[in-house]
Structures are given as structure tokens and as C-alpha cells.
């Protein structure tokens, strides 16, 4: 593999797994808790389907991908030259620090093992 380098944008407080979640898992969770305003759940609910467009999703392709007895701890990484994806991820940080969820911006050009890789992202085991 390349010496790609590779980002993650997660919360800084370990998840119920032990893991960092997300910034998508982290927004995720605020819509279905009924947390989002108006204008916030549009914006979430708009790019959740912009980046559903644009990106495949990593379970399409192997439905156990993130199986956590399987893969624990799997995590998806974009690549840093997936541009248009990693953009538009500022929106989502403002939406979290809204309610108080702290994230960070973590990069690396060894995350994990990979266990799934596409044009744009990893999906790695720590």
C-alpha cells in the first residue's frame, strides 16, 4: 500500500464498545434521540443522503464488515484525497459542538489492518 495518509473525524468520549465514535454515528444518534431543531435535522438528513450518494457504503459490499465479534473495533477512514468528502465534514463538527459533543480530527497513514478499502476510504481494526 501506499504511504496514503488517512482521516477520521470522531468523538472524543469512548462509546458503550470501548470505541470513539463517529462524527456520523455521533449525528445519527442525535436525530433518532429527536435532539435536532428543524433547520439542523434538514441539514443532517440532506448530506446523510449527499454522502450516501457519493460514497459507497463499505457494508453494501461485505455485509459483516463491521461485525463487531468479527472486526472489533472496526472504523472507517477517508482518504485524504477524498476532498469532496472530507469538506463537507465541517458541517456535522459545527452541528456536534452545538449539543455539546466533542470530536476531534485524528489522521494517520497506518490507522489498523485493512479489511476493506475503496476509492475514497478504509474500514480498519485497530
Not at 63 to 76: C, F, K, N, T, W
Request: aromatic share 12%; with cysteine.
Amino acid at each position: 500500500m501506499d504511504e496514503a495518509m488517512f482521516v477520521r473525524f470522531q468523538g472524543t468520549v469512548r462509546g458503550p464498545r470501548g470505541n470513539f465514535p463517529g462524527i456520523f454515528a455521533l449525528a445519527n444518534g442525535l436525530a433518532r434521540e429527536g435532539r435536532l431543531s428543524g433547520d439542523e435535522y434538514t441539514f443532517w438528513r440532506t448530506n446523510n443522503d449527499w454522502y450516501d450518494a457519493n460514497y459507497p457504503d463499505p457494508s453494501s459490499t461485505d455485509p459483516r464488515v463491521y461485525d463487531h465479534e468479527l472486526h472489533p473495533g472496526a472504523a472507517a477512514w477517508f482518504k485524504t484525497t477524498a476532498v469532496h468528502l472530507v469538506d463537507r465534514v465541517a458541517g456535522y463538527l459545527d452541528l456536534l459542538a452545538a449539543h455539546g459533543v466533542a470530536c476531534e480530527r485524528v489522521e494517520s497513514s497506518a490507522p489498523g489492518r485493512i479489511i476493506y478499502e475503496d476509492d475514497v476510504q478504509v474500514v480498519v481494526v485497530p
